[in-house]
Antibody, heavy 121, light 111 residues
């Protein structure tokens, strides 16, 4: 069955970087995309960006451009999301999800369990 | 302020029917497909509806989606206490800074 397993919780200081991993299994990794979504405590869903596991093309939320980078390792079927220059309002649960398309962000049909990132001095 | 507008909360009794609206514009819902997600507290979202009205395997047929113009609607019939959750709509927004957008979410309470 399709599974996305994310890395564990992280505590970072303001100004630091964090890299979250998302290991996929149960499907052919390169035939789908990976979407990253975050959710601050008590808040709604925020789309961060998308990466094609087919060719590595990326699309990022305007708000995060310049601070976020998404990448893939097809040899291990793992996607990564790095967020730099962390601020306190980056404290959130970060989710990866399989996107139904490898060519364009569409709907996300399988989700990881989430990775909690806490930014605190 | 979310680009897609949802009511913060809706409520209904078990067995009844409820609808959740998602209002957007030509740059998103008006020209792109809508998907709906269900999220229980402390868990990851789950895809309920994609491409406006399609159900993934596993989504009961009590859940339905529709779209008209720049608005979309999620319908739930035969409400169950287990349907109490947060619901989010989402769509691609093809304005200058093209990106995916979510609604602010709707808390469904089954009385």
């Amino acid at each position: 069955q399709v599974q996305l397993v994310q890395s564990g919780p992280e505590v970072k200081k303001p100004g630091a970087s964090v890299k979250v991993s998302c290991k996929a299994s149960g499907y052919i990794f390169s035939t789908y995309g990976i979407t990253w979504v975050r959710q601050a405590p008590g808040q709604g869903l925020e789309w961060m960006g998308w990466i094609s596991a087919y060719n590595g093309n990326t699309m990022y939320a305007q708000k995060l451009k310049g601070r976020v980078a998404m990448s893939i390792d097809t040899s291990t079927s793992t996607a990564y999301m790095e967020l730099r220059s962390l601020r306190s309002d980056d404290t959130a649960m970060y989710y990866c999800a399989r996107d139904k398309s490898k060519g364009w962000p569409t709907a996300s049909d399988h989700w990881g369990q989430g990775s909690l990132v806490t930014v605190s001095s | 302020q979310s680009v897609l507008t949802q009511p913060p909360s809706v409520s209904a009794a078990p067995g009844q029917t409820v609808t959740i609206s998602c209002s957007g514009s030509l740059s998103n819902i008006g020209n792109n497909d809508v998907s709906w997600y269900q999220q229980f507290p402390g868990t990851a979202p789950k895809l309920l509806i994609y491409d406006n009205d399609k159900r993934p395997s596993g989504t009961p047929d009590r859940f339905s989606g529709s779209k008209s113009g720049t608005s979309a609607t999620l319908g739930i019939t035969g409400l169950q206490t287990g349907d109490e959750a947060d619901y989010y709509c989402g769509s691609w927004d093809s304005r200058l800074s093209s990106e995916w957008v979510f609604g602010g979410g709707t808390k469904l309470t089954v009385l």
